[in-house]
């Protein structure tokens, strides 16, 4: 009977050593945080087979396979988003319409509300007035903006910043996109030093563009800095799943990359959208 309950006790005190060296190592590494960036494509009348009531679970069911902590969308409208959260009730979104109301493209803001709360957000415009709603220059046919928000961790009450835009898609448009970018380097050189920014969009650009080297120059470019990505390099492919342009960037700064994906989730070679989305994971600093 005594040795019974040695060997018990024994096998206990192993357990309890080994639970401890889990949570050691667990407290030693540094979370993480999943960023996606996903032109989600608007609703428009003559998509036939790609419409949104035709593609909308599929959409719905790669954010959920993705799990990201936060992910920044373009073209979205207001029911898209409502639908999405309502697939998907982890999530909470927020954003006001390009033109400063809720019956256009939002860039919506989608994030874990039992991972993250948002401490502050809010918008501006990609113009020479960003306060004024709806603003439109630099001869862009539609408003252009961004929608930001300051985010805390619940679990450690880390933060970081997280931006999301549409840059014009003409190629006219070059340099209104260039002036997009340095707009935001503008801002993004405001904010309190120390704390991480995460950048999401569709720049409609491509790199070694003027919009580029304008964020380059502050920011890391997830796909070029990673040292694991996987999916193709390209991400506009138009619902043809063969891409051919790497539009949608994911940019960051005060966080290390561990991996970038492009996703390219499919059902019968139907897409959930025209654009794939860019998923990076970071790794926060050591406290």
Do not use: C
């Not at 009730?89 to 919506?108: K, S, T, V």
């Not at 408003?143 to 985010?151: D, E």
């Not at 890391?220 to 619902?239: I, K, V």
């Amino acid at each position: 009977m005594l040795k019974t309950r040695a060997i018990a006790m024994f096998r206990g005190l192993l357990a309890g050593l080994a639970l401890v060296a889990v949570t050691a190592s667990a407290a030693g590494t540094p979370p993480t945080l999943r960023v996606m960036s996903f032109n989600v494509r608007l609703m428009p009348a003559d998509d036939g087979v790609n419409r949104w009531e035709a593609r909308r679970d599929l959409l719905v069911q790669t954010i959920r396979r993705a799990d990201a902590d936060v992910f920044g969308t373009q073209e979205l409208f207001k029911e898209q988003g409502d639908y999405i959260v309502a697939g998907l009730p982890q999530y909470a979104w927020f954003g006001r319409g390009r033109r400063g109301d809720d019956g256009d493209e939002h860039m919506g803001v989608f994030y874990r509300k039992d991972r993250l709360r948002v401490v502050e957000s809010g918008d501006f415009w990609l113009s020479d007035t960003p306060e004024v709603a709806g603003s439109i220059t630099w001869g862009n046919l539609f408003p252009r903006m961004v929608t930001w928000a300051l985010f805390e961790r619940k679990s450690d009450g880390r933060r970081f910043y997280f931006f999301n835009t549409h840059f014009p898609y003409r190629e006219q448009d070059g340099e209104a996109r260039t002036r997009a970018a340095a707009l935001i380097a503008q801002r993004l050189a405001k904010l309190p030093q120390g704390v991480p920014v995460v950048v999401t969009g569709d720049f409609n650009d491509v790199p070694d563009s003027g919009a580029y080297r304008a964020l380059a120059a502050t920011l890391q470019d997830a796909w070029t800095t990673a040292p694991r990505r996987s999916g193709p390099e390209a991400t506009f492919h138009d619902f043809t799943g063969k891409a051919d342009r790497r539009i949608d960037w994911v940019w960051s700064k005060g966080l290390q990359v561990r991996r970038v994906q492009t996703i390219t989730d499919q059902r019968d070679g139907r897409y959930p959208s025209d654009h794939f989305p860019v998923l990076a994971e970071y790794r926060w600093p050591a406290l």
